[in-house]
C-alpha cells in the first residue's frame, strides 16, 4: 500500500516571493504569511502594467519575462529601462504616496507578483535585510540617473549613441573584441537617450562607413569595442563629480 503524504503543495505565491532576491533572506513562516496578501499576475506582449501618473501603489515584481519603463511626452518617448525576472518596479509610489513615475509595459509574456503597499512597507519595517535591499536598489537608480545626466550634460548625441551601442552589447565567444547588441530599433535607441530616430540613423551609418560596426543576422555588431568606446569622452574631471 502507497502510503500518503501528509505534506501540501508549496504556496506557488510563496515560491515567486523565496525566488526574488529582495525577500530571499525571509523565513518561510513569514514568506507564507507576505503571500498570503500576493496577487500573481500574467500580461501579454504589449500589455501595460502600470500606467504614468496612475494613482495605485501597488508593488510588482518580475517572476519570469521582460518589462520595459517608459515616458511617453508629448513628442517623444522615453525608455528609462528594461527589467527582468527577479526585478522590482512600483516601490517608490508605495513608499511616498505619490503617482507613477513611469509606465512598465510587458515586453513579451510576463509573470508578475503584486504586493499590496502596506504589506511591502510592513516587510520593509519588520526585516532588515529587506530594507536593505530597498536601499540597495533606489541608490542604484540614483548612480544610474547621475550617469545619464552627466551623458545628456556633457556628451553630444553621436558620443551618446556610441554609448548605448557600448552599454547594450553582449560579449561574443571568442571574439574578445566584438559585442553583439541585442533586436533594437533605431526608434528605441533614440528613445533611451533622449534624441529622435533620424539621429541615431545618421550615426549608426557613420560607424558602419568607419568599419567599427556591421550587421550581422539583422543585428548591429560591434566589430570593436575598444574602438568604439575611443570615440566616447570622459574627461576624468567630470567623472570626479557626482553624488558620492
Not at 501603489?57 to 518580475?62: L, Q, W, Y
Given at each position: 500500500m502507497t502510503e500518503?503524504?501528509?505534506a501540501r503543495p508549496a504556496d506557488p505565491r510563496a515560491t515567486a516571493l523565496a525566488a526574488l532576491p529582495l525577500f530571499r533572506s525571509l523565513s518561510e513562516a513569514d514568506l507564507a504569511a507576505a503571500a498570503r496578501h500576493v496577487r500573481i499576475d500574467?500580461?501579454?506582449e504589449g500589455q501595460w502594467i502600470v500606467a504614468h501618473e496612475d494613482e495605485d501603489?501597488?508593488?510588482?515584481?518580475?517572476v519570469s519575462g521582460r518589462v520595459r519603463v517608459m515616458i511617453f511626452g508629448e513628442t517623444?518617448?522615453?525608455i528609462l529601462g528594461d527589467l527582468e525576472a527577479g526585478a522590482v518596479f512600483g516601490d517608490m509610489s508605495a513608499i511616498d504616496g505619490r503617482p507613477r513615475s513611469a509606465s512598465v509595459i510587458a515586453l513579451e509574456p510576463v509573470t508578475v507578483a503584486t504586493l499590496p503597499a502596506a504589506v511591502f512597507l510592513?516587510?520593509?519595517h519588520r526585516h532588515p535585510s529587506v530594507c536593505d535591499g530597498v536601499l540597495r536598489l533606489l541608490v542604484a537608480r540614483i548612480r544610474d540617473l547621475d550617469h545619464r545626466v552627466h551623458e545628456l550634460a556633457s556628451l553630444t548625441v553621436a558620443e551618446r549613441v556610441r554609448m548605448e551601442l557600448l552599454r547594450l552589447a553582449r560579449p561574443v565567444t571568442g571574439r574578445p573584441r566584438t559585442g553583439v547588441v541585442p533586436d533594437v530599433t533605431h526608434a528605441e535607441i533614440a528613445a533611451r537617450i533622449g534624441t529622435h530616430r533620424e539621429a541615431?540613423?545618421?550615426e549608426l551609418g557613420a560607424l558602419a562607413r568607419d568599419g567599427l560596426i556591421v550587421k550581422e543576422a539583422g543585428r548591429i555588431v560591434v566589430a570593436d569595442v575598444l574602438a568604439l568606446s575611443g570615440r566616447v569622452a570622459t574627461p576624468a574631471a567630470d567623472r570626479r563629480q557626482g553624488s558620492g
Open positions: 500518503l503524504s501528509d500574467r500580461h501579454d501603489r501597488e508593488v510588482h515584481a518580475v517623444r518617448e522615453l510592513d516587510l520593509i541615431v540613423t545618421r
